[in-house]
């Protein structure tokens, strides 16, 4: 069984991608779609990249990073109405590659409602291959990863992925 943090642990994490759920990301079943809690889970992770110098505008400095692996975890529902903020960990880096957990948190009822675990790689995009983080970078990513381990509680992975 999967622990998933509380209400007052996940809001120790800065939220982004706040957002109330309109009715166009409701599926048949009455809740939010599948593939908008992958996307809004990206938008916040891309959101929170920005502070560590990876800027959304990758043309300007051709640092981009691409997903690599994901592992989704559903906890509650979120239906139409609901608001929403995105809550991300860094959790490791490598000379390429970062790990880290994102978390959509139900605000309207004050839970977490989905965990994405992911890798994701620094790309440089002149060349659309894998490449170092450029030293600034490494060094933000790096401070990020110190505070939330700092923090009082711990992330539940999968398990099966991460660094290699």
Do not use: C
Request: charged content about 25%; glycine content about 4%.
């Amino acid at each position: 069984m999967t622990t998933v943090p509380s209400y007052d642990e996940i809001t120790s994490l800065t939220a982004y991608a706040a957002q109330r759920i309109p009715v166009a990301f409701e599926d048949i079943n009455g809740h939010l779609n599948i593939r908008h809690y992958i996307g809004i889970a990206s938008e916040g992770l891309d959101e929170s990249l920005v502070e560590v110098g990876v800027a959304t505008d990758w043309r300007h400095t051709q640092l981009a990073v691409f997903s690599a692996e994901h592992h989704l975890t559903y906890f509650t529902e979120l239906h139409t109405g609901d608001n929403i903020t995105v809550r991300v960990r860094l959790l490791g880096r490598s000379e390429r590659a970062v790990h880290a957990v994102i978390y959509l948190v139900d605000e309207t009822n004050q839970r977490v409602a989905y965990q994405q675990e992911e890798v994701f790689l620094r790309i440089d995009m002149a060349t659309r291959k894998t490449a170092p983080w450029p030293a600034e970078v490494a060094e933000k990513i790096d401070a990020r990863i110190a505070e939330t381990d700092a923090l009082s509680w711990k992330p539940e992975l999968s398990g099966v992925i991460g660094l290699r």
